[in-house]
Nanobody
Framework: QVQLVESGGGLVEAGGSLRLSCAAF????????MGWFRQAPGKEREFVAA????????PYADSVKGRFTISRDNAKNTIYLQMNSLKPEDTAVYYC???????????????????WGQGTQVTVSS
């Protein structure tokens, strides 16, 4: 059984920063790609960023490129999402996910991920 636990969300003013963490329990994610997605009220879940097992491939959604940085620490079984220059439109519940079975090196579609965390709320005030 795999459990992913996100943390680091909160309320921040526009232009501020937050760092999200996602820790994996029950099974290592070393060797597997992971991703961050988000879902705003009334909207579908959307891709934010992903990272290959080695950390050298990191695709981003256009809306966050240049502002967000995804990273991973395989020794700690944890990935991170550093979010800078936050905007009100970044407000959403952020989810991390791990892909154990995909053949894609770095998946960017939600259906390509197998296990999900419970989410952490990020609210950016204007």
């Amino acid at each position: 059984q795999v459990q992913l636990v996100e943390s680091g969300g909160g309320l921040v003013e526009a232009g501020g920063s937050l760092r999200l963490s996602c820790a994996a329990f029950g099974r290592t994610f070393t060797g597997y790609p992971m991703g961050w997605f988000r879902q705003a009220p009334g909207k579908e879940r959307e891709f934010v960023a992903a990272i290959s097992w080695s950390g050298d491939i990191t695709p981003y959604a256009d809306s966050v490129k240049g502002r967000f940085t995804i990273s991973r620490d395989n020794a700690k079984n944890t990935i991170y999402l550093q979010m800078n220059s936050l905007k009100p439109e970044d407000t959403a519940v952020y989810y991390c996910a791990v892909s154990y079975y995909t053949l894609v090196a770095v998946p960017t579609r939600s259906y390509e991920y197998d296990y999900w965390g419970q989410g952490t709320q990020v609210t950016v005030s204007s």
